[in-house]
Nanobody
Framework: QVQLVESGGGLVQPGGSLRLSCAAS????????MGWYRQAPGKQRELVAR???????DLADSVKGRFTISRDNAKNTVSLQMNSLKPEDTAVYYC?????????WGQGTQVTVSS
């Protein structure tokens, strides 16, 4: 059974940093893509960043230059380093893992950026 467990969310002031981590279990994920989505109240879930099995990354325009995504295949983890956080980054952040056949989601972790 595949499980994705996120950690690292919380409350941070504007301009601050947080690091989200997602630990995947139940399979070997080195051939999967891994990424992060977010959903703010009243808005649709949107892609924040993803990293493909070969290491290529995609980031949403709104987070380029501020967020970095990385993965550790030996530990089956994907991380999102978030710097220069803004109030508009406030959302529930979801870990996502996929391949051509399957897609899995974590339960989400709340990130709140507020003074």
């Amino acid at each position: 059974q595949v499980q994705l467990v996120e950690s690292g969310g919380g409350l941070v002031q504007p301009g601050g940093s947080l690091r989200l981590s997602c630990a995947a279990s139940g399979s070997a994920f080195s051939t999967y893509g891994m990424g992060w989505y977010r959903q703010a109240p009243g808005k649709q879930r949107e892609l924040v960043a993803r990293i493909f099995s070969g290491g290529r990354t995609d980031l949403a325009d709104s987070v380029k230059g501020r967020f970095t995504i990385s993965r550790d295949n030996a530990k089956n983890t994907v991380s999102l380093q978030m710097n220069s956080l803004k109030p508009e980054d406030t959302a529930v952040y979801y870990c996502n893992v996929w391949n051509f056949r399957y897609e899995f989601w974590g339960q989400g972790t709340q990130v709140t950026v507020s003074s």
